[in-house]
């Protein structure tokens, strides 16, 4: 069975101020990772995946996750936090044994950016 | 390109009743997957298409099926709704194994 864990149901930062979205998952077998943006009344969008190649991923709008593997963890990072920053986000895994088709959510981060 | 399409947004259904929701995919995507999100359960796999043919299941009664035309448009059913079915149900399209999914806007359910 595989998880994803997301540490924080909610994270407050100050406009300008490094956000940091924790992400931690469980697989037996080598999976990919994303990260899903939502905001209020919208579906997902996706802002990077790790699919086993460079750990350290980019994304769009200035985010990065790293994929560490003895950690098991793909945190998301940004160095400087802007209002329009501010939105629900899910880390996710797919795995091979379902042709990487399926992807399980963690339950997500609301991320608060206050001026 | 067009982005995911999900027909309708809202939906207002009583117990009992049943309900279709559709999903277009983006042009020359092949798998379309379902998703529930519920503020209290997240956001949960239902099942996945691809060419027709169902290729991945969630863990959901027999109350939720699907279907996906030769277009690639697919439908949900919802037979014999329950308040617990009140939901966002997200559809996303992918044009191949592994690669990522694209979600559509949602179609808001409200079972009253």
């Known amino acids: 069975a595989q998880s994803v864990t997301q540490l924080g149901s909610h994270v407050s930062v100050s406009e300008g101020a490094l956000v940091l979205l924790r992400c931690n998952y469980s697989?037996?077998?080598?999976?990919?990772l994303f990260w899903y943006v939502q905001y209020p009344n919208q579906g997902l969008q996706l802002l990077l995946k790790?699919?086993?190649?460079?750990?350290l991923v980019k994304g769009i709008n200035g985010f990065e996750a790293e994929f560490k593997k003895s950690e098991t963890s793909f945190h998301l990072t940004k160095p400087s936090a802007h209002m329009s920053d501010a939105a629900e986000y899910f880390c996710?895994?797919?795995?091979?044994?379902?042709?990487?088709?399926?992807?399980?959510f963690g339950k997500g981060t609301m991320l608060l950016v206050s001026p | 390109k067009a982005g995911v399409t999900q027909t309708p947004r809202y939906l207002i259904k009583t117990r009992g009743q049943q309900v279709t929701l559709s999903c277009s995919p983006i042009?020359?995507?092949?798998?379309v997957s379902w998703y529930q999100q519920t503020p209290g359960q997240g956001l949960q796999f239902l099942f996945e298409y691809f060419s027709e043919t169902q290729r991945n299941k969630g863990n959901f009664p027999g109350r939720f099926s699907g279907r996906q035309f030769s277009n690639s448009r697919s439908e949900m059913n919802v037979s014999t709704l329950e308040l617990g079915d009140s939901a966002l149900y997200l559809c996303?399209?992918?044009?191949?194994?592994?690669?990522?999914?694209?979600f559509g806007p949602g179609t808001r359910l409200t079972v009253l």
């Open positions: 790790y699919t086993s190649a460079a750990t």
């Open positions: 697989s037996s077998v080598p999976p990919y």
């Open positions: 042009s020359g995507h092949r798998s």
């Open positions: 996710a895994v797919s795995r091979p044994d379902s042709g990487y088709s399926t992807l399980t």
């Open positions: 996303a399209s992918s044009s191949s194994w592994g690669n990522e999914q694209f």
